[in-house]
């Protein structure tokens, strides 16, 4: 046993985290050519209001056209990012994508589309981020009111000392905060209660086992009523069926989005799908 400890101490890795720790460098590099490559694309999820079921906004939720692999969800890769500090010129190439969509739109009269782009804890930490925000603004001519910015429960904890300043330099700029995944992190309510946010978008695991679960609808009702109570929106995530849309609509939910309304989509077969609503 003791010999068998002994060489074992020699071999840094363990062959299957030596595979990974490998398979890891070589993404990193492969996303640093993509970067430069221009691979990256957004699809675009559309948000509706409850009420009317107009669309009040889209999700952008990034893409990796690879050449040889097809198009790679973020799940794949947004991890490797973060850990590589490759996330800060991803997330940088994002913010500039969705305002030049968010322009492009807007010039064609397809709006109001405010375009909601997801942040990472590594740009949220940056100091001057609420800046960097403003320059992309003031540089692409885009108004704030166009953008919409989506932070996790875990990112708003873990800053929690400069959070209500950033956000607060955020709003000022027109941008709407959005808490996503809500439910899901370990948020204080005192916490939610004092920072400046704007609307909290329920987990879509909370929605998924809609209508069966009672738990799952006793705290969607409860986060809606809280919401209204500190006078936050409130939209459900990853809505699928007709029933659980109508619930939804009952309990005074503001947004949805989910597969029920639309999936993510490539910037034309979002026009398309909102050519076929007009009609
Ligand atoms: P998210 O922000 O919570 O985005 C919602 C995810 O749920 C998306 O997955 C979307 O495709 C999926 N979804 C939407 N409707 C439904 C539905 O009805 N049913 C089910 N089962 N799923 C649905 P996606 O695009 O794979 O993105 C995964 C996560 O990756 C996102 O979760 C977000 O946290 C992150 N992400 C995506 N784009 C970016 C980005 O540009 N920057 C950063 N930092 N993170 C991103
Ligand atoms: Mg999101
Ligand atoms: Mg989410
Ligand atoms: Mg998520």
New binding site residues.
């Given amino acids: 046993l003791a010999k068998a400890k002994g060489r074992a101490s020699y071999c840094f890795y363990e062959p299957s985290q030596m595979d990974s720790a490998f398979a890891e460098l070589v993404l990193e590099g492969q996303l640093v050519q993509a970067i430069e490559r221009d691979e990256f694309v957004?699809?675009f999820?559309p948000q509706v209001a409850a009420g009317n079921g107009d669309l009040i906004g889209a999700?952008?939720?990034?893409r990796w056209q690879h050449p040889q692999r097809g198009l790679i969800?973020?799940?794949a890769f947004?991890d490797v990012a973060e850990r590589h500090r490759l996330?800060l010129d991803?997330?940088a190439w994002?913010m500039r994508a969705a305002a030049l969509q968010a322009r492009a739109w807007h010039l064609r009269g397809i709006a109001p589309v405010r375009i909601a782009?997801?942040?990472?804890r590594m740009?949220f930490r940056l100091d001057g981020f609420a800046e960097l925000v403003a320059k992309v603004l003031r540089e692409l001519e885009v108004p704030g009111e166009w953008l919409e910015l989506?932070l996790t429960e875990r990112m708003l904890m873990d800053e929690i000392a400069s959070a209500p300043a950033t956000l607060a330099a955020l709003r000022a700029l027109g941008l709407t905060v959005s808490v996503?995944?809500f439910g899901t992190g370990y948020t204080s309510l005192a916490h939610l209660t004092r920072l400046p946010l704007d609307k909290l978008k329920i987990?879509?695991s909370f929605v998924?086992p809609l209508p069966a679960d009672q738990g799952a609808a006793a705290i969607v009702r409860a986060v809606i009523q809280m919401a209204a109570g500190l006078g936050l929106q409130v939209s459900a995530?990853?809505?699928?069926t007709p029933v659980q849309r109508q619930l939804l609509v009952e309990w005074g939910c503001d947004g949805l989005?989910?597969?029920?309304i639309g999936?993510?989509m490539s910037v034309q077969a979002f026009e398309h799908w909102l050519a076929q609503r007009a009609r």
């Fill in positions: 957004l699809y999820q999700e952008a939720l990034l969800g973020p799940d947004i996330m991803l997330g994002v782009v997801n942040l990472s740009e989506e996503d995944d987990d879509q998924a995530e990853g809505v699928r989005q989910g597969e029920m999936e993510p």
